[in-house]
């Protein structure tokens, strides 16, 4: 027996979504259109650009933002019309609220009432001190 929603209709809902092409050479622009241009004749249906849009002030911005989160999405991805590939500060999130990224470098296992496969994480965040969560 399948679970629920394995294979069937459930997965039509499900989109991919690409926001960059970041093997592809040239300006962020150009990138886009080539997306855009790709994915446009690929007549794949569940696989979709993010719309890329220019705002004029911050009040634009904001009330962009809002629109987003209120939709149930994170925030918006800003970047600059020359933003290359690779992390730079011409490429921000831009969010309600803030967090931070970390990379895990090892997980832990618990013998006792919760034993498991993975019990927790150790992360090493941006800033550089260990944790477990």
Known sequence: MRAPGIGGDGWRQVHFMVFDLPADPGRFEERVLHMRSLIGSAGVPWLRTIPQFRLRNSVE????????????????VLQQRDYTVGRSDKLLKYKPYDDADARVVAHTSDSGTYAGPLWGLVLVPDYGMTCRI
């Open 61 to 76: 911005l904001n009330a962009r933002l809002n629109a987003v989160v209120a939709a149930g999405g994170e925030g918006l």
